[in-house]
């Protein structure tokens, strides 16, 4: 058990509609990462958040978006949902920005 | 821009066989490198990292030297077990400028161990 939380574990829905997944990082950590993991594109890298500003972005669509609470917990949220963005959802967090990441067991989004 | 080559899987073994995972990578600057496990149904799990060029990464008997010359991580186990299949991804982390880092993993390399 790495400490990180996600929330919910599966989740099925319909094209079009609009979801939100909640990551609560262990204790402590200040940094929040986010990664989507699928078939055909590997794992890839979206968003990072440190003590609830972005820092860095990566292959994240215009539909997705993310923040980070006081509380250090995140949220990505996906609208207008396709079918090509069922996958699982990974949050990882970090003490410090650039050190060891925990990551969580996913969230399964399955677009139908 | 940044990129991680790991080799295309499976691999399959025997016990107590060598396991070699190879991977290179494509940066500019010192990234540092990382191999994560996923087992069946789990998240990543750190298995070992290296800061820097020559440093040597290891953990329950896996291990990988950061080769700045070859620019390559290759995995290295000298007797696997059965508990070992699992897929193994090489990553590298990329520091941004606004502090931020991202991590880019290669596509993972599926391991199969036989009793």
């Known amino acids: 058990d790495s400490g990180v939380t996600q929330t919910p574990k599966h989740l099925i829905t319909a094209t079009g509609q609009r979801v939100t997944l909640r990551c609560s990082p262990r204790?402590?950590?200040?940094?929040v990462y986010w990664y989507q993991q699928s078939l055909d594109q590997g794992l890839q890298f979206l968003i990072h958040?440190?003590?609830?500003?972005?820092?860095a972005k990566g292959n994240i669509l215009e539909r997705f978006s993310a923040q980070q609470f006081p509380d250090l917990h995140s949220e990505l949220n996906l609208s207008s949902l396709e079918l090509g963005d069922s996958a699982l959802y990974f949050c990882?967090?970090?003490?410090?920005?650039?050190?060891?990441?925990?990551f969580g067991p996913g969230t399964r989004l399955t677009v139908l | 821009g940044n990129s991680v080559t790991q080799m295309e899987g499976p691999v399959t073994l025997s016990e107590e066989a060598f396991l070699t995972i190879n991977c290179t990578y494509t940066?500019?600057?010192?990234?540092?490198l990382f191999w994560y496990v996923q087992y069946p149904g789990e998240g990543l799990q750190l298995l070992l990292k290296?800061?820097?060029?020559?440093d040597k990464g290891s953990n329950k008997g896996f291990e990988a030297t950061y080769r700045k010359e070859t620019t390559s991580f290759h995995l290295e186990k000298g007797s696997v077990q059965v508990s070992d299949s699992a897929v193994y991804f090489c990553?590298?982390?990329?520091?941004?400028?606004?502090?931020?880092?991202?991590?880019?993993f290669g596509a993972g390399t599926r391991l199969f161990v036989k009793a």
């Open positions: 990553a590298l982390s990329d520091p941004q400028g606004t502090g931020g880092f991202k991590t880019i």
């Open positions: 958040y440190y003590n609830g500003e972005e820092r």
């Open positions: 290296a800061t820097k060029a020559d």
């Open positions: 204790s402590g950590d200040l940094s």
């Open positions: 990882a967090s970090s003490v410090e920005t650039g050190s060891t990441q925990y």
């Open positions: 940066a500019t600057g010192y990234p540092s």
